[in-house]
């Protein structure tokens, strides 16, 4: 279990700094693609809704402390996140390529969508609605051509590590 | 439902809990809390990771960007020889024009404007996600940055100085919806307070003579604060939009920044702008005298002597 935590702990450090530091060399239009969302995306996919949901909260929160935005938000939109796209599991069907495409696309546009409607709520000054579709829109986009390497290389890595699965009791 | 599967619903539950506490916690708090000491704290012990990767990353990451931006750099060239044509036509009657500024200033017996040490430094990284308004530089305290700095580029203001650690900064984008600075508009003279509205224009607040029209296109340049490091007179941005409101005698004018916030690398720490004591001109001033008002105030008009206003800093909390 200490071995898995450390690889996906050293997974989202990974993914946060390509996220933050390389995908930001080659921003499309200013936007990234979520490259922690889709590991999330991609945990979920390996091992179900509640270890998705968990590594969505601590994937966010890390996001949020790194980020300076206000702490919690992210968190709690990831691990929504995580655990959709694990309760969706059993009903996907088709090519594992496809699937990463499209639900790393889907989740990482849905994500940014959601992150932006709470902010809106909270602090409605920062956002406009028009920012926000064209956002969550090149986001999901970057994201879902992103996501056949990093949900795969996610999958690959939750699967390959010895252990029980992030937030097994035992 | 088996015994684990119903133990880690329990735990998710727990924390959809602790999110919503945090969320909160924070949003009560704001800049002050235990919460932003700790994003301060990953901040700065995750910053030499992030500049590890940008020196590696940042040469390639320039090489495929400029290919992603050929055809804009073309239009941007047809564009920039078509202005420079222009320029060369117009050379003499500027020319004529810096001998007349010259001799002005002379005859005004007016100091040449300032000249500022500055400290460049290099965006190392970005905020995660989308609509977050702050970014990290490669220099701190060792560079000589202190808080409440002023940070500019080519354009103009950028933000100012938020966090420092030894080796980095955290630049808090004037663009950021908790950013606030004290502003006056060149052509007219009229002070305000200018605040971020994220993708939004900012938004400038008139708080002398709000009936005065102000032109669109006016530049907007900053005023000194008291209790921050902002010199006078860098260039903010262009009005351009009418007054969209009108509450408690305010205008309220939409703002757009000169500098791109979206595309930042190379930007400017403004290392000597001396700081403005915040009481520095409270001797001038009756005791029993209200302050002026502060970006939370309901924007009523300053009544204080015209000129004394003009030339006296605002008081903004840094």
């Not at chain 1, 996907?92 to 639900?103: D, E, K």
């Not at chain 2, 539950?13 to 945090?22: G, N, P, S, T």
Request: aromatic fraction near 4%.
């Amino acid at each position: 279990m200490i071995a898995r935590a450390a690889a996906l702990g050293l997974l989202l450090v990974v993914a946060a700094l390509l996220e933050t530091v390389v995908f930001a060399e080659i921003a499309v239009a200013g936007y990234v693609p979520a490259v922690v969302v889709l590991t999330v995306v991609g945990v979920a996919l390996a091992d179900g809704p509640e270890p998705g949901g968990i590594y969505g909260f601590v994937a966010g929160l890390l996001m949020d402390l790194l980020g300076g935005g206000l702490v919690g938000l992210s968190a709690l939109v990831m691990l929504t996140t995580g655990f959709a796209v694990g309760a969706a599991r059993p009903y996907l069907t088709g090519p594992p390529l496809g699937i990463h495409v499209v639900v790393g696309g889907l989740a990482a546009a849905s994500a940014t969508l959601a992150y932006g409607v709470l902010l809106f709520l909270l602090e409605p000054a920062e956002i406009t609605w028009s920012a926000l579709g064209q956002g969550s829109a090149i986001t999901g986009l970057y994201s879902a051509a992103v996501a056949p390497f990093a949900v795969r290389a996610t999958i690959m890595l939750a699967r390959s590590v010895e252990g029980q699965t992030v937030g097994s009791s035992s | 439902m088996p015994a684990a599967r119903r133990r880690r619903r329990s735990i998710l539950a727990l924390l959809v809990l602790v999110a919503l506490v945090l969320l909160t916690v924070d949003f009560r708090q704001g800049d002050e809390g235990p919460i932003s000491g700790a994003q301060r704290a990953l901040g700065s012990a995750f910053a030499p990771l992030q500049n590890g990767v940008a020196a590696v990353v940042q040469p390639i990451g320039s090489f495929f960007g400029a290919i992603g931006q050929l055809g804009r750099l073309r239009q941007e060239n047809v564009a920039l020889e078509e202005e420079l044509r222009e320029l060369r036509e117009r050379q003499v009657s500027l020319a004529d024009l810096a001998r007349e500024n010259d001799e002005l200033r002379e005859l005004l017996g007016m100091q040449q404007r300032l000249e500022h040490t500055t400290t460049a430094g290099r965006v190392i990284a970005q905020p995660p996600g989308l609509f977050r308004w702050s970014l990290l530089i490669d220099i701190g305290e060792e560079h000589g940055v202190r808080e409440n700095m002023a940070v500019i580029n080519a354009d103009g203001l950028v933000g100012k100085i938020t966090d420092v650690s030894a080796g980095h900064s955290r630049v808090q984008l004037a663009v950021s919806p908790n950013a606030g600075y004290s502003v006056r508009i060149v052509d007219t003279r009229q002070q305000g307070l200018l605040s971020g509205r994220g993708t939004r224009p900012m938004q400038l607040n008139i708080l002398d003579d709000p009936e005065a029209e102000v032109p669109l296109g006016a530049e907007v340049v900053t005023r000194a604060f008291e209790g921050t490091s902002i010199p006078d007179g860098i260039p903010v941005g262009v009005i351009e939009e009418t007054p969209a409101a009108e509450i408690g005698g305010a205008q309220f004018l939409g703002v757009r920044p000169y500098a791109d916030h979206t595309r930042l690398d190379i930007v400017l720490v403004i290392l000597d702008a001396p700081e403005v004591p915040v009481d520095a001109f409270e001797a001038d001033e009756p005791d029993d005298e209200p302050d002026e008002p502060s970006p939370d105030d309901d924007g009523e008009p300053l009544e204080a002597d015209e000129e004394a206003a003009a030339t006296r800093p605002a008081r903004i909390p840094a």
